[in-house]
């Protein structure tokens, strides 16, 4: 049975305030990863600043995040203007917790330009359609952000199936069918499933994503029933880190983000 959703997705994101030099919220506890935001969400936070802060940015182009340490408490993020340039725009974002630092975001910002380039060599992997993949978030002892969220397993296997590779495509969207498709929306999506080692796990271990850098490939990414295919896959999982990259693809197959992440892992796995 799907759990009771005590916040929706624009209910959270419209509770982050203004208050004087930076932006505050309190982030309700069925957004939580253990008692700290999950990376997406801290990100999608960061990038929601930003862009009530700067007028008429051009757009979104890629993101760096760094997770120095756990977001907790009231959240309070200070954005700033790195550079405006004629086409590039500069930006960046830190979020504090209730013990400091939490992330440092930074952002690039990008008009289109005129180019004879047309290259997208990422062909989306033919995998079951929706309707013929099973339900993914099913397993207990799952964070409770993940409730927020809608997944059907095209491809892969899910976490703890030892002896399977350690990837898999999950059709994704969000539970609050008032998203609106913004990519602030899309950036907390795009880091709700777990981390593709998990999927190697004997036993549960906590994990913690440190860095993490988006690519966007599409200046305006529409999905018009909201489901993305994402595809996360570890390249390395060793010393208590794994190295994974994340593919999504919107219904009609057009690339719409690439992003690279480094995750620590406590504990044996």
Request: proline residues 7%; neutral net charge.
């Amino acid at each position: 049975m799907d759990a009771v959703i005590r916040s929706s997705f624009a209910q959270m994101i419209a509770a982050l305030e203004q208050q004087g030099d930076h932006f505050a919220i309190a982030v309700p506890s069925d957004w939580l990863q253990g008692r700290t935001a999950y990376g997406g969400l801290s990100a999608a936070l960061c990038l929601e600043a930003s862009l009530r802060t700067f007028a008429d940015l051009p757009p979104l182009r890629s993101a760096q995040f760094a997770y120095v340490g756990p977001a907790t408490g009231v959240l309070r993020i200070r954005t700033a203007m790195l550079r405006r340039g004629k086409s590039t725009v500069f930006t960046s974002a830190d979020l504090e917790g209730e013990d400091g630092l939490a992330a440092r975001a930074t952002f690039c910002f990008g008009v289109s330009r005129n180019s004879t380039l047309a290259r997208a060599e990422l062909p989306m992997p033919n995998v079951a359609t929706l309707e013929a993949s099973p339900v993914y978030f099913n397993w207990p002892g799952k964070p409770n952000f993940m409730d927020h969220f809608e997944g059907r397993l095209a491809s892969g296997a899910r976490p703890g199936t030892r002896g399977a590779d350690p990837e898999m495509l999950v059709w994704l969207r969000h539970r609050d069918q008032g998203a609106d498709g913004s990519l602030v929306n899309l950036l907390a999506l795009a880091d709700a499933l777990p981390p593709a080692a998990t999927i190697l796990f004997s036993e549960p271990a906590p994990i913690s994503t440190m860095t993490w850098s988006v690519d966007m490939l599409d200046a305006a990414p529409t999905s018009p029933n909201g489901w993305w295919l994402v595809q996360c896959a570890a390249q390395t999982a060793r010393r208590g880190y794994s190295a994974q990259s994340t593919l999504i693809w919107s219904p009609d197959g057009r690339p719409i983000l690439a992003a690279r992440q480094q995750i620590a892992i406590f504990g044996k796995g």
